[in-house]
């Protein structure tokens, strides 16, 4: 299974960004995809999943973001509305395929500027 996010950039505070990530692997649809984000000098922070059409949310995000898939193309999004400065890291998607809740797949991520 291979990952690949893109959609990043820099942005001004309360503007949106979509990321998008784009999943190799037969069985797609079967799996629970995840976003995580890492700042600079902070641990990787988990910022939300779906699940067929079950999503849940960081509390940190919730609210301003927002997940979604699309199976025909293989690819899950992260929609990003409100955005704020301490939004800013690098944001990767990972894949649990076995719904074990352990996501043993990840991307290489995609950076997300958010200037005040």
């Known amino acids: 299974v291979q990952l690949q996010a893109s959609g990043g950039g820099m942005v001004q505070a309360g503007e949106s960004l979509r990321l998008s990530c784009v999943v190799s692997?037969?069985?797609?649809?079967?799996?629970?995809m995840g976003w995580f984000r890492q700042a600079p000098g902070k641990e990787r922070e988990f910022v939300g999943s779906?699940?067929?059409?079950?999503?849940k949310m960081a509390e940190s995000v919730k609210g301003r973001f927002t997940i979604s898939r699309d199976t025909a193309k293989h690819t899950v999004y992260l929609h990003m509305n409100s955005l704020k400065p301490e939004d800013t890291a690098v944001y990767h998607c990972?894949?649990?395929?076995?719904?074990?809740?352990?996501?043993?797949?990840r991307g290489q991520g995609t950076l997300v500027t958010v200037s005040s």
């Open positions: 779906i699940y067929v059409n079950s999503v």
């Open positions: 990972a894949a649990d395929v076995a719904r074990s809740g352990s996501y043993t797949y």
């Open positions: 692997g037969r069985t797609f649809g079967s799996y629970v």
